[in-house]
């Protein structure tokens, strides 16, 4: 070998013997890291996509539950209003038949409004109202109706007739008027 050639090889030997400086790396492992980095970026973000969908998810499973709460707690007489309503409408049709009655006595009259102004106290107390009268027009939302009249007089869709009155408990219908109709 030549002098020449002798200081080429022992340049190349030395090269690939040298210890590799702080931060420099071979260009294959850069591109694999960078690979790796670009993967973790991908995942990490997935995983604060799902994280933040399931933060979501729970917020409006608190609100909804929160708000059934609510309701459970607003309208929590609902059931007994509903059953103490088949009584009052017996009373008050045993009011009305007592206030037509001129043979009974005057006391069974007096109690019997008594009752019935008790009655209607208690509801208004409880915010319980009833609707359903003669001459209202007819609201599908409110009044069922049972059947149909044709009479000249009266304007088409008022009621004519009231079957049972409707009750409304604070903003909700809990039994529908039972109304008769007119229709020309």
Known sequence: MSPKE?????KIREKENAPVKKGAKPAAKINKDKL???????????VEDKQLRLKAEFE??????????IDLIRYEGKDVIKAMI???????????AVENNDDLDQS??????????????????????????????????LHDALMVRQEEEKND????EVFEKGYKYRDRVIRHAKVVVNKT
Do not use: C, P, W
């Not at 088949?86 to 009305?96: C, G, I, P, W």
């Not at 869709?157 to 004519?160: C, K, L, P, T």
């Open 157 to 160: 869709n008022e009621i004519i």
């Open 86 to 96: 088949s009584v009052v409408d017996d009373l008050e049709r045993l009011y009305a």
């Open 108 to 141: 069974l009259k007096e109690g019997m409004a008594l009752i019935h102004s008790k009655v209607e106290k208690i509801f208004l107390d409880l915010d319980v109202a009833s609707f359903g009268e003669v001459g209202d027009l007819l609201d599908s939302e």
């Open 36 to 46: 790796v980095i670009e993967e973790l970026t991908k995942q990490l973000t997935n």
């Open 6 to 10: 002798d200081k080429k090889k022992k």
């Open 60 to 69: 409006n499973f608190r609100k909804r539950k929160e708000k059934e709460i």
